[in-house]
């Protein structure tokens, strides 16, 4: 853990922390929400990222147990861990991928919410929900400034900038889904890029372009439910996963993450108004939160993220 980094100190508040093995002792629990970590930020490295989003995933839940001695939540919630540290990001998102599933199969009416770490993480914990529900008639929604297309690197390796082309790229998985890209700016995707996932059949929401021209108080929560809307009355999706990069949020209100939102980006109401739609939706089945650098920045992103969880567990 890097010593630099000013952590928030305080002491597990509420009995939220079990094991992978204690997951069959909730099969009986109707509204349960189960968290998982990511504490990696290879992916992010490699995508010429800045480094320190690994220690992310133990900040929040520091953060996380302390707002929620205060709350009065509807929802079972339990923690089952997470990636160990130290293994190949390979090797780090077959281990993810195997966990998702098995949460899954063992409980399969929970929610689930995994915290990073780099946004790589976003395909093995696609693959986790599509094995684990043995489904294959998914709503995926890309919250961020950039589109997560890129080729992979380096004889194949995946990185921060690929979870939605690998996701695009395996067919047998998601031939009957539809994706949607959410909140991008235009000046940090390429047209090569914009287009693959067109020519895909994805949609893309602009910050500027669509989202910001909505004649709506809050234009990102409008966006939002507009999208949502049309998961949720379409027949042909069973469940939504929901992935969410804060580096889609503004630097004012999210400045710790590798690349901030100088100009543009959601506002924290937006953000927050975001997970309070999702907890409504009776599809929502998978969203993860990535990005997260307290390297950069600790105290307020933290809080913030912890925040939007706790508006969706609520």
Not at 91 to 109: C, K, R, S, V
Not at 203 to 221: S, T
Request: glycine letters at 6%.
């Amino acid at each position: 853990m890097n010593q630099e980094i000013d952590f928030i100190q305080c002491k597990p508040s509420i009995a939220i922390d079990f094991t992978m093995q204690d997951l069959p002792n909730f099969k009986n629990e109707p509204n349960i929400v189960v968290l998982f970590g990511f504490p990696y930020d290879e992916g992010t490295i490699r995508n010429k990222g800045r480094a320190g989003g690994e220690n992310g995933y133990e900040q929040i839940m520091l953060v996380l147990k302390q707002k929620l001695k205060e709350c009065n939540i509807s929802q079972k919630v339990i923690h089952v861990g997470c990636v160990p540290k130290q293994l190949t990001l390979e090797d780090a998102h077959e281990y993810l991928y195997q966990h998702i599933a098995e949460i899954y199969y063992q409980l399969p009416q929970a929610k689930v919410i995994v915290i990073g770490g780099s946004n790589d993480q976003s395909y093995p914990n696609f693959k986790g929900l599509v094995d684990g529900m043995q489904c294959k008639k998914l709503g995926v929604i890309n919250i961020d400034s950039h589109l997560d297309v890129r080729p992979l690197i380096n004889q194949n390796q995946s990185h921060s900038g690929s979870p939605f082309r690998n996701m695009l790229e395996d067919v047998e998985r998601f031939q009957n889904s539809k994706f949607v890209e959410f909140a991008i700016k235009g000046c940090t995707c390429s047209y090569e890029h914009y287009q693959y996932v067109l020519n895909k059949g994805g949609k893309v929401y602009f910050m500027e372009k669509d989202i910001r021209r909505l004649n709506a108080e809050n234009q990102g929560l409008s966006a939002m439910n507009n999208v949502l809307t049309e998961f949720e009355n379409d027949k042909n999706i069973d469940y939504i996963f929901l992935s969410f990069d804060v580096d889609s949020i503004n630097s004012a209100w999210c400045p710790g993450v590798s690349a901030p939102s100088i100009v543009g980006g959601l506002t924290n109401i937006e953000a927050l108004s975001i997970m309070e739609r999702a907890k409504k939706s009776s599809k929502i089945k998978l969203i993860d939160l990535s990005e997260f650098n307290p390297a950069v920045e600790c105290e307020r992103t933290s809080n913030l993220i912890s925040e939007m969880i706790i508006t969706f567990i609520l």
